[in-house]
């Protein structure tokens, strides 16, 4: 009895004596004595684990991805990749490299800690409004790339043999300074052996940014081949400038333009009529993308092309996009497409194409 009672008060000495901070609070362990309130917690020192506390004061250990658009991608240990805007992050610690880009379009590689609306790389301070972007790891080629691949296929057998398939793809290199995009859009049916739809247009530009919102465009350049339009290819080059109207968490909206040379090389065309063309064209494009819910973004790009009569004119392309996350890696998108050309040029037996196309694709698209 007697060794019993000195354990007992033993025991109640230590608990009585403990004392705890915030910092010390998820690194030891919680007595039943003790009352820990989410205001307390702060995320541990740590070699292997980045860590993550929201505005909510929820705390998440996993991986830094990049941030992008005021948008964090962020793999957490147990819940897969999460995106969180850039408001709700309350502090935000690196346990390796990562490479920082700011609103100066300067860069800097260190680790990284954000708390209470500052930055530290490598003990250095920062304002968190003049981070725009983060790369996990140094500033290698390999982290600037991102793809994804939508595809879409029909195929029938018996009375009549049919294949149809559409595909769209996307990839974008970007970095501080510079933003890199190539997208294609493509279309095939065949019917019993013979073709009904067979185009392709692939867009490709290069951006220099001079500020957060202003980027000069030095080059852009499209191709186009749709030979039921009459058009055997159509080639497109310019170069111009751009600007961003909205850029944050949850929308992004730009506009870009700018004096352009096409070049047109018909399927066929009638006796004694050119089979090709060239002109001077003017391009315009805006670009639209929102995030609906955390699952479901919409995106549209309409471009205009202002060329003369024998290239068709006015010319449009315009593409409407519901992106609906099934995981964290598979979309179903489901896109609106609509091309005109004002002028159509006749072929040689004067069939006149119609002026306008529309598609529906429905698609399952993969992010690389």
């Keep these: 009895m007697r060794y019993t009672l000195i354990t007992a008060t033993c025991l109640a000495a230590i608990y009585s004596s403990s004392a705890f901070s915030a910092e010390d609070i998820t690194t030891t362990q919680v007595t039943p004595q003790q009352s820990v309130t989410p205001a307390d917690l702060y995320p541990p020192a740590d070699v292997k684990y980045d860590w993550l506390q929201l505005t909510s004061l929820e705390l998440l250990k996993g991986e830094i991805k990049n941030l992008y658009d005021d948008k964090l991608e962020f793999e957490s240990d147990e819940l897969d990749t999460l995106y969180i805007d850039w408001e709700d992050v309350k502090v935000l610690q690196s346990s390796r490299l990562v490479s920082i880009g700011f609103t100066d379009l ?17 003990g250095e301070e920062f304002d968190n409004s003049q981070i725009m972007t983060i790369i996990a790891g140094d500033q ?3 982290n600037y790339w991102s793809s994804k691949i939508t595809l879409g296929a029909n195929f029938r057998s018996g009375n009549t043999d049919q294949i149809d398939y559409s595909a769209l793809a996307k990839t974008i290199r970007r970095t501080t300074e510079s933003r890199f995009n190539l997208d294609y859009i493509g279309n095939y049916s065949k019917t019993d052996g013979e073709n009904r739809i067979n185009n392709h247009r692939i867009n490709t530009n290069f951006d220099w940014f001079i500020s957060k919102q202003f980027y000069l465009r030095p080059v852009f350049a499209e191709i186009y081949k749709d030979p ?3 058009i055997d290819y159509r080639t497109t080059l310019g170069s111009g400038l751009g600007y961003n109207i ?4 949850k929308t992004e909206w730009s506009i870009s333009g700018g004096p352009a040379y096409t070049y047109t090389r018909f399927d066929e065309v009638a006796e004694g009529e050119k089979i090709d063309d060239g002109s001077a064209a003017m ?10 819910t955390s699952d479901i973004d919409f995106n549209t790009l309409y471009r205009i092309q202002y060329g003369n009569e024998k290239s068709g004119g006015y010319t449009h392309h315009a593409i409407a996009t519901l992106e609906i996350e099934l ?13 005109r050309i004002n002028n159509p040029q006749p072929d040689s037996s004067g069939f006149m194409p119609k002026q306008d196309d529309y598609q529906f694709i429905v698609g399952f698209g993969i992010d690389l």
């Design 327 to 339: 995981t964290s890696m598979f979309d179903l998108d489901l896109s609106v497409v609509w091309d």
């Design 140 to 142: 290698s080629e390999a």
């Design 246 to 249: 909205i850029d944050n968490s």
């Design 106 to 122: 300067s860069t800097k590689t260190g680790r990284l800690l954000v708390e209470n609306g500052k930055s530290y790389i490598n």
């Design 283 to 292: 391009v315009i494009e805006t670009v639209y993308d929102t995030e609906i």
């Design 228 to 230: 039921f339009s009459n």
